[in-house]
């Protein structure tokens, strides 16, 4: 990781009744990406506010802050992963791994 990196992590806001913050926390673990998450329900009290601020006054969640101070409101797992430029398999790759018989 790099000294930018550690300085300012991969921040998600969200909560565990958020099926699309799921879906993003989930993507996220699977290619073993670094991040800090938000609970916005359960944590600190002090997360709702700074969502509000990030989110125009909106609890929309997921909301990700990136390294490079970048918000994504509400984005889709690929939407993040591109911006990581996290590589991952294509539609092709995942279909023919369905058919495998390693």
């Given at each position: 990781?790099?000294?930018?990196?550690r300085?300012?992590?991969l921040?998600i806001?969200?909560?565990h009744?958020?099926?699309?913050?799921?879906?993003?926390k989930?993507?996220?673990?699977?290619?073993?990406?670094?991040y800090?998450w938000?609970?916005?329900?359960r944590?600190?009290?002090?997360?709702?506010v700074?969502l509000?601020?990030l989110?125009r006054?909106?609890l929309?969640?997921?909301?990700?802050?990136?390294?490079?101070?970048t918000v994504m409101?509400?984005?889709w797992?690929?939407?993040?992963l591109?911006k990581l430029?996290?590589?991952?398999?294509?539609l092709?790759?995942?279909?023919s791994?369905?058919?495998?018989?390693?």
């Amino acid at each position: 990781m790099s000294d930018t990196n550690r300085r300012n992590p991969l921040i998600i806001y969200g909560h565990h009744f958020c099926p699309q913050a799921l879906a993003l926390k989930s993507a996220l673990d699977k290619y073993r990406a670094e991040y800090e998450w938000r609970d916005v329900l359960r944590g600190d009290a002090r997360f709702r506010v700074e969502l509000a601020q990030l989110a125009r006054g909106y609890l929309s969640v997921p909301t990700v802050v990136f390294p490079d101070g970048t918000v994504m409101v509400e984005p889709w797992p690929d939407s993040v992963l591109d911006k990581l430029n996290i590589q991952r398999p294509g539609l092709l790759e995942q279909l023919s791994s369905l058919f495998r018989k390693d």
